[in-house]
């Protein structure tokens, strides 16, 4: 129950961060930064995969609600969750050890959690950025904006999951 | 059949994404992409009211430029009725007065730095407000109303894939299309400029008037640049918006009492 609890209050927290925050900070009109994925990122390793497809779902159909884009965030979204469980076995590069039970930082390592964000971030604006714009015409636009907004989301990802578990061990 | 229960079996997360994905990118494609955020419309109401208490807090960092820029608008309006009612009194300028109703209106959400961006004001049909009315800032256009609830609406701005509009060179009376191609949100561009044209840097364009959406004489940009092609077909213009985007707070939105009228005409003219 207080996992439940802990994985609600992040999703509530990262989804106002996003909206009030992020949505609003512009760096170049290239930058779009986005940390709702990491949501999805930490959540546990046990789960079902029918279930994190149905929560990434929710969470990019939440996120689209607020920024009248019906169907973009899902559907990048949706597609976080299905690959993530090939990617957490990409980045272990081995089966995973039995008391691995999050995919967090204190549990797994800095560099396995910097492959591993690092690569559904791209997963993730990848879809975002091709279906914002869908057209052939705009592609460089679209490749500029993944290009530059992955370091700018992994950097902010980074911090937040750094200073939430320096901040746990006090 | 028993073949079939465990093809599902085997395969039932690929299906459920395959299917979540399908849903998902019908609620993006299928509906209509001008009319998009309208069939959306629940989100004005429910993300309407946390926009409006981030607003609430963020408005007070910005009274001080408001309240100029509120100031120099009024200045603006008196000059402009003291002008018109000393020296001009004919018909139709009063004519245009009874037709364009303005609504002052708040902005509560806005980007730029989109694709596609949206404004979501804080008034809505309760207001009088309705689905493809003009917004415009004190300083020009600013965009389409696609959406409304009760209390809130929401509009595309010029910054949007399907935000076209009629524009008017202010010296020679010349039409012309106005739209964003991504990237900076100062500049638009116009593209299929006939090269008899005569385009220089600085001319004035104004909407035309030929939508209903926005009374006609309405500053839209000046030019910028201006690019000649080099197989000397048609030229491009790139343009700077008068409306600063960034800085969008208050907004009028036009109300055209004889758009039904007009609407209704046009439908005539199609049956016939």
Request: hydrophobic share 45%; aromatic share 12%.
């Amino acid at each position: 129950m207080s996992d439940f609890f802990r994985h609600s209050l992040r999703f509530i927290v990262l989804i106002f961060i996003q909206i009030m925050v992020l949505n609003h900070i512009r760096v170049g009109s290239y930058v779009n930064p986005f940390i709702y994925p990491l949501f999805l990122m930490l959540l546990p390793f046990r789960m079902t995969q029918w279930l994190l497809l149905f929560i990434g779902f929710g969470t990019g159909f939440t996120v689209d609600l607020f920024m009248s884009t019906p169907g973009l965030h899902t559907s990048a979204s949706v597609l976080l969750a299905f690959v993530r469980p090939y990617i957490v076995r990409l980045a272990s590069g081995a089966p995973l050890p039995e008391s691995a039970s999050e995919p967090t930082v204190t549990e797994m390592g800095n560099r396995w959690f910097f492959s591993y964000s690092i690569i559904l971030i791209f997963v993730h604006h990848l879809a975002l950025f091709l279906l914002e714009s869908f057209d052939p015409a705009h592609l460089n636009d679209s490749i500029y904006r993944i290009l530059l907004s992955v370091p700018a989301s992994e950097t902010l990802i980074l911090l937040l999951v750094f200073f939430f578990q320096a901040s746990r061990k006090r | 059949m028993i073949n079939l229960i465990r093809f599902i079996q085997k395969h039932h997360v690929l299906l459920l994404f395959l299917l979540l994905e399908f849903v998902a990118l019908s609620m993006l494609f299928c509906s209509n992409a001008y009319h998009r955020s309208a069939g959306f419309n629940i989100n004005s109401n429910v993300s309407g009211v946390f926009y409006r208490i981030q607003k609430s807090v963020t408005d007070y960092f910005y009274l001080q430029q408001t309240n100029e820029m509120l100031a120099l608008e009024n200045a603006r309006l008196r000059k402009q009725l003291t002008y018109q009612s000393g020296i001009i009194s004919t018909d139709t300028l009063q004519h245009i007065d009874t037709i364009f109703h303005f609504i002052p209106a708040r902005v509560i959400s806005n980007n730029v730095h989109f694709r596609n961006n949206y404004i979501i004001l804080n008034k809505g049909y309760s207001a009088g407000i309705q689905k493809d009315m003009g917004i415009i800032s004190p300083k020009g256009v600013a965009g389409i109303i696609t959406g409304v609830s009760k209390n809130y609406a929401i509009g595309m701005s010029l910054l949007h894939k399907f935000a076209t509009i009629s524009v008017r060179f202010k010296n020679n009376g010349h039409l012309a299309n106005l739209s964003w191609q991504g990237g900076d949100f100062r500049f638009g561009q116009i593209d299929h400029i006939p090269t008899h044209l005569v385009v220089n840097k600085g001319d004035t364009l104004i909407t035309s008037g030929n939508s209903h959406l926005f009374p006609e004489g309405i500053l839209v940009g000046t030019v910028e640049s201006y690019l000649t092609s080099a197989d000397g077909a048609l030229n491009k213009a790139v343009i700077r918006f008068a409306t600063d985007f960034n800085a969008l707070r208050q907004v009028y939105i036009v109300d055209n009492k004889h758009k039904s009228e007009l609407d209704l005409l046009l439908m005539i003219r199609i049956d016939e």
